[in-house]
């Protein structure tokens, strides 16, 4: 089955909202969450065993889902993707396709994915869901024989408050075990990897709910800090529509990697995107994103 087109119809619909995005982020996210789901209702699902609700802990978001190809290969690279929804919002499975897409994209093309969950704020407050993304990655490494995974090659994505949870254990030497992330590399999608709660940032509140009021802190917190020349390979891309300040931060990140490694990392901005349609559209018939993807996995760590 191949890959469905974004319609024409969705198409003008981006466009017209892009530009005044930051005037509803919540409605429009909605509204792309809406349209994405009943594209991605058609998307291939061949090929792909999907084992669900793996519990990796007590809590019930505590739980991921396992998509793992089919295609004969004694082992595979896995990916960890960890969703967003302004830190107290969000579920892996949010619709019966989003953000599924994303992983069977992966499977479908030989890397496992990992639909990771986590807990939420107020429920659990910083850096209680970076320690939820520790676990997964332990999870990983504890069962990749059963799932055909290779260890030397697990990467972590995160998107928008998820981008901002695995930046936070990626980068921060205080969140990782004796032995080290695990990680071969990261992929910070429209992430906020800074904490603030700027007047213009339309999840101040949100920001607040999971690291606190006291912004004194918010650069402690912020995993864009914790960038040293030593910071796992990393993949940046952010929507030419993106919620407020989430460029600006996802362009900072790429300077401080930049400045510590003394090279560039891979950065892709993608021009008639917004926030969401940055995840929504895997899987479908528009690939630059995730052929970008899949050319930093078969280019980074272990052949």
Known sequence: MPEPEIPSHLRRL????GPKWKSDTRGHIRLMIEEFSKVLATAPKDGVRVVRDISYGDHDRQALDVYVPDQGQARYPALIFVHGGGFTDGHRNLTSDIYANVLYYFARNGVVGINAGYRLAADAKYPEATKDIASVVR?????AADYAIDPK???LMGHSAGGAHVASYAYDKRQHPSS???LTGLFVISGRVRADNRPENPNAKRVEAYYGDD?????????VTHVDAT???????????ENPLIDVYCLELAHKLAVAKGYAPPFLWLKGHNHTSM????NTAEDILGRACLDFIRQTGAP
């Open 14 to 17: 981006m466009a017209e909202i």
């Open 139 to 143: 999870w990983v490494h504890d069962n």
């Open 279 to 282: 995840v929504g559209h895997f």
């Open 180 to 182: 080290g992330p695990g």
């Open 153 to 155: 090659r697990i990467f």
């Open 215 to 223: 912004a004194r802190r918010y650069d402690d917190v912020s995993a």
């Open 231 to 241: 910071s796992v390979p990393t993949f940046i891309a952010a929507a030419e529509f």
